[in-house]
């Protein structure tokens, strides 16, 4: 059997790829859903959910 080598860290950006508006779409649909929970809402962890969502936005817009 040979040796199989990975490269440990190594990323490929969300925003390459034939994909990328499709998986940044259900990313974003995720966070909003997950900020509008009432579970989170007016906590930290909701906040954050709204940070990651507007963010996500805005690459969204930049790649459209």
Known sequence: MKNQYCRVGAVTPITSGNQAISVLEYRYQSFIE?????????????????????AIKKILENLA
């Open 34 to 54: 997950k900020a509008a929970d009432t579970t989170y809402m007016d906590t930290n962890l909701g906040e954050f959910f709204k940070q990651k969502a507007q």
